[in-house]
């Protein structure tokens, strides 16, 4: 390893154990140690300063810092010509680009004048739409080169929700591409850029790559082309000196209540948290191919595809399309075809490429492989196995990560090749990591053999600082149901040997194949249509995509033939207000909901319907109206 390569690695459960009792004892020590290997143009003041009563906490206060510097040209003069990116495209026939640390640097510090050029400052929020193309960690970057706060949001959401982010940042401008291709797809990206502008007066100019050269209406005086721009600025670009405080990014993510929050992260901690956990979890070592299949639109790619992997020094594969295009066997022609090492994907993937059969696996050679890795929502056992015997071949350690968009980066994992895995369980907190299971009042339970809601008693340096333009917001939902803790919002158990097993939501929020959708977002956008006169959402167990959505809907008037071509319109509204992402797997008209006599919906009902047990419906003695549940019952999908 050469020498500016970070000294960060654990590489033994003796070490894992030391370091973790000595980020506990002394947390501040432990981190400040860590943060040494990064690159700083002024150190820190304070290392830590926290309350959780306020929700504030500030790592490294003080210290002056450019995360591109460190993901960017502290590479050059030792790995300046190693690749940075790789990029896959969805066609597989069309060749893949290697972008190497001094052209990505080039590009970012062009693109960043770009930005410039068009009035972007320090602090300025920038919306990003885009696919998964080289422009899209370029333009990130290139936020973070200038102190802009970039907010990208996944190129599957609706125009609606595309305005809802832009506005509450007031985003000045906009980063997007023709189209984008996914599977045997296009899909348009500027139209619905164009669509969400209508209600977004914040925004003075768009910047358009080409991608599909599908046609676009450019606007004069607005829009302008990524390719065109480019050509006219340099791509000299000093760094913007940036505390370590300051806002590096907001993404937006789903509650239980309300419209999607804007989780904010700063620069210094994120940093530094998302490049240890990097490489410890993964145990990277120079020269390997990393390759997370997540969009850079959520807090997977952000962490584990652009910022710790560069950070790090790595080469990270970014890729365009789908698991399933041309067929089912894209992921390990990828692998195999850029020798890849470590791969980082999702249950849901994983299940759905089960359900294809070995035919696709075998005769791929997959034998670069060292450690799998596993994010976004639980993994059931079957899955943990297939992915360790058919992928991994009995060899490869599979990395089972729990963490949220509001930690920055992985909080509970193995350690790969030092953490003894257990099929389906997250097992140890990463150093740094303090895991506390409380029951319903707040009270820690403790030993082990017990379940709880899972909560954090200590910051670390990657934890939301902010919900963006609503500190109270962050307060309420993170830091408020448990006093002085940090609340998940997961159900977790820690079996006899204090491994932790992470159950699920225990809010009102479904994860649909690894994507957080809150019940009352598809509520309100359900209820948008024509004729509804109310609705309910919970989640229901599906076999490939964890979990799915199953919608009640009261409506005015269904009558017979009408409900099928109801339920479509119904389902094309949720597609125009929120994303396809968030279309209801399963939409059963009721006359009634069941409710208490104070109106509560009773969703432990409705959850237990959706499941099949319609036998074991518990106390319904509370309920206004009880013969809405026989309705129910009998009707149910
Ligand atoms: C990184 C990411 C966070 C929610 C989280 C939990 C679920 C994530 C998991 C997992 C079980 C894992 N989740 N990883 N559940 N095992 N390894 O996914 O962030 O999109 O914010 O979702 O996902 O429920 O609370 P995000």
């Given at each position: 390893?050469?020498?500016?390569?970070m000294?960060?690695?654990?590489?033994?459960f003796?070490?894992?154990?030391?370091?973790?009792?000595?980020?506990?004892?002394?947390?501040?020590?432990f981190?400040?140690?860590?943060?040494?290997?990064?690159?700083?143009?002024?150190?820190?003041?304070?290392?830590?300063?926290?309350?959780?009563?306020?929700?504030?906490?500030?790592?490294f206060?003080?210290?002056?810092?450019?995360?591109?510097?460190?993901?960017?040209?502290?590479?050059?003069?030792?790995?300046?010509?190693?690749?940075?990116?790789?990029?896959?495209?969805?066609?597989?026939?069309?060749?893949?680009?290697?972008?190497?640390?001094?052209?990505?640097?080039?590009r970012?510090?062009?693109?960043?004048?770009?930005l410039?050029?068009?009035?972007?400052?320090?602090?300025?929020?920038?919306c990003?739409?885009?696919?998964?193309?080289?422009?899209?960690?370029?333009?990130?970057?290139?936020?973070?080169?200038?102190?802009a706060?970039?907010?990208?949001?996944?190129g599957?959401?609706?125009?609606?929700?595309?305005?809802d982010?832009i506005?509450?940042?007031?985003?000045?401008?906009?980063?997007?591409?023709?189209?984008?291709?996914?599977g045997?797809?296009?899909?348009?990206?500027?139209?619905?850029?164009?669509?969400?502008?209508?209600?977004?007066?914040?925004?003075?100019?768009?910047?358009v790559?080409?991608?599909?050269?599908?046609p676009?209406?450019?606007l004069?005086?607005?829009?302008?082309w990524?390719?065109n721009?480019?050509?006219t600025?340099?791509?000299d670009?000093?760094a913007?000196?940036?505390?370590?405080?300051?806002?590096?990014?907001?993404?937006?993510?789903?509650?239980?209540?309300?419209?999607?929050?804007?989780?904010?992260?700063?620069?210094?901690?994120?940093?530094?948290?998302?490049?240890?956990?990097?490489?410890n979890?993964?145990?990277?070592?120079?020269?390997?191919?990393h390759?997370?299949?997540?969009?850079?639109?959520?807090?997977?790619?952000?962490?584990?595809?652009?910022?710790g992997?560069?950070?790090?020094?790595?080469t990270?594969?970014?890729?365009?399309?789908?698991?399933?295009?041309?067929?089912?066997g894209?992921?390990?022609?990828?692998i195999?075809?850029?020798?890849?090492?470590?791969?980082y994907?999702?249950?849901?993937?994983?299940?759905s490429?089960?359900?294809?059969?070995?035919?696709?696996?075998?005769?791929?050679?997959?034998?670069?492989?060292?450690?799998?890795?596993s994010?976004?929502?639980?993994?059931?056992?079957?899955?943990?196995?297939w992915?360790?015997?058919?992928?991994?071949?009995?060899?490869?350690?599979?990395?089972?990560t729990?963490?949220?968009?509001?930690?920055?980066?992985?909080?509970?994992?193995?350690i790969?090749?030092?953490?003894k895995?257990?099929?389906?369980?997250?097992?140890?907190p990463?150093?740094?990591?303090?895991?506390?299971?409380?029951?319903?009042?707040g009270?820690?339970?403790?030993?082990?053999?017990?379940s709880?809601?899972?909560?954090?008693?200590f910051?670390?340096?990657?934890?939301i600082?902010?919900?963006y333009?609503?500190?109270d917001?962050?307060?309420?939902?993170?830091?408020?149901?448990?006093?002085?803790?940090?609340?998940t919002g997961d159900?977790?158990m820690?079996?006899?040997?204090?491994?932790?097993?992470?159950?699920?939501?225990?809010?009102?929020?479904?994860?649909?194949?690894?994507?957080?959708?809150?019940?009352?977002?598809?509520?309100?956008?359900?209820?948008?249509?024509?004729?509804?006169?109310?609705?309910?959402?919970?989640?229901?167990?599906?076999?490939?995509?964890?979990?799915?959505i199953?919608?009640?809907?009261?409506?005015e008037?269904?009558?017979?033939?009408d409900?099928?071509?109801?339920?479509?319109?119904?389902?094309?509204?949720v597609?125009?207000?929120?994303?396809?992402?968030?279309?209801?797997?399963?939409?059963?008209?009721?006359?009634?909901l069941?409710?208490?006599r104070?109106?509560?919906?009773?969703?432990?009902?409705?959850?237990k319907?959706?499941?099949?047990?319609?036998?074991?419906?518990?106390d319904?003695?509370?309920l206004?109206?009880?013969?809405?549940v026989?309705?129910?019952?009998?009707?149910?999908?």
């Amino acid at each position: 390893m050469s020498k500016l390569m970070m000294n960060l690695q654990i590489s033994s459960f003796e070490d894992y154990e030391s370091a973790y009792n000595q980020s506990v004892t002394d947390p501040e020590g432990f981190w400040a140690e860590v943060a040494q290997n990064f690159q700083w143009r002024k150190p820190w003041k304070k290392t830590l300063e926290w309350d959780f009563t306020t929700a504030t906490t500030k790592w490294f206060a003080g210290g002056k810092m450019n995360i591109t510097e460190n993901a960017l040209d502290r590479h050059l003069a030792t790995r300046g010509d190693q690749a940075a990116i790789i990029w896959e495209s969805n066609d597989p026939n069309e060749e893949s680009v290697t972008l190497t640390y001094k052209m990505l640097h080039q590009r970012v510090c062009q693109f960043a004048n770009v930005l410039k050029k068009h009035g972007a400052k320090k602090g300025d929020r920038i919306c990003i739409y885009m696919p998964m193309i080289p422009e899209l960690a370029i333009a990130v970057l290139a936020c973070a080169r200038i102190g802009a706060i970039h907010s990208v949001v996944f190129g599957g959401f609706s125009a609606q929700s595309i305005a809802d982010r832009i506005n509450d940042a007031q985003c000045n401008i906009v980063i997007t591409s023709d189209g984008s291709f996914r599977g045997n797809k296009e899909i348009g990206l500027k139209s619905t850029v164009d669509d969400a502008l209508i209600q977004c007066p914040s925004v003075q100019k768009v910047i358009v790559s080409t991608r599909t050269r599908t046609p676009v209406s450019m606007l004069k005086g607005r829009d302008v082309w990524w390719e065109n721009e480019v050509k006219t600025v340099s791509s000299d670009c000093p760094a913007e000196e940036m505390d370590a405080e300051d806002m590096l990014f907001i993404l937006y993510t789903s509650g239980s209540t309300g419209k999607p929050k804007g989780v904010v992260h700063t620069c210094g901690g994120y940093m530094v948290y998302a490049t240890y956990t990097f490489a410890n979890v993964f145990q990277y070592q120079q020269g390997q191919v990393h390759f997370c299949t997540a969009d850079i639109g959520w807090i997977t790619g952000h962490s584990y595809i652009v910022y710790g992997p560069l950070c790090y020094g790595a080469t990270s594969l970014m890729f365009e399309g789908v698991p399933t295009y041309p067929d089912a066997g894209r992921f390990w022609d990828v692998i195999d075809k850029h020798k890849v090492d470590i791969l980082y994907t999702a249950p849901t993937a994983i299940r759905s490429l089960m359900g294809f059969g070995l035919d696709y696996v075998n005769g791929k050679d997959l034998s670069s492989l060292k450690v799998l890795g596993s994010v976004g929502e639980p993994i059931n056992e079957e899955a943990w196995n297939w992915y360790n015997e058919n992928i991994g071949k009995g060899k490869c350690p599979i990395v089972d990560t729990w963490w949220q968009t509001e930690t920055g980066g992985i909080l509970i994992s193995p350690i790969a090749g030092v953490t003894k895995t257990k099929p389906a369980y997250a097992t140890l907190p990463l150093p740094g990591v303090q895991p506390i299971l409380v029951d319903e009042k707040g009270e820690e339970i403790t030993g082990n053999g017990v379940s709880g809601n899972l909560c954090i008693k200590f910051p670390w340096p990657g934890i939301i600082r902010t919900t963006y333009g609503d500190h109270d917001r962050c307060i309420q939902t993170y830091f408020s149901t448990y006093k002085n803790l940090y609340f998940t919002g997961d159900g977790c158990m820690r079996d006899e040997d204090g491994y932790y097993r992470i159950t699920g939501r225990v809010d009102d929020v479904i994860n649909v194949s690894g994507h957080r959708i809150g019940t009352a977002e598809v509520e309100n956008a359900i209820n948008m249509h024509l004729g509804v006169v109310e609705s309910a959402v919970v989640g229901y167990p599906h076999d490939i995509k964890g979990q799915g959505i199953y919608a009640y809907v009261i409506c005015e008037k269904v009558q017979g033939d009408d409900s099928d071509l109801t339920r479509r319109d119904i389902l094309a509204t949720v597609t125009r207000v929120i994303g396809p992402i968030a279309k209801p797997d399963k939409i059963q008209f009721v006359s009634g909901l069941p409710k208490t006599r104070s109106g509560k919906i009773m969703r432990r009902i409705l959850r237990k319907v959706a499941e099949g047990e319609i036998n074991n419906l518990g106390d319904t003695s509370t309920l206004l109206d009880p013969a809405v549940v026989e309705e129910i019952k009998a009707g149910a999908l």
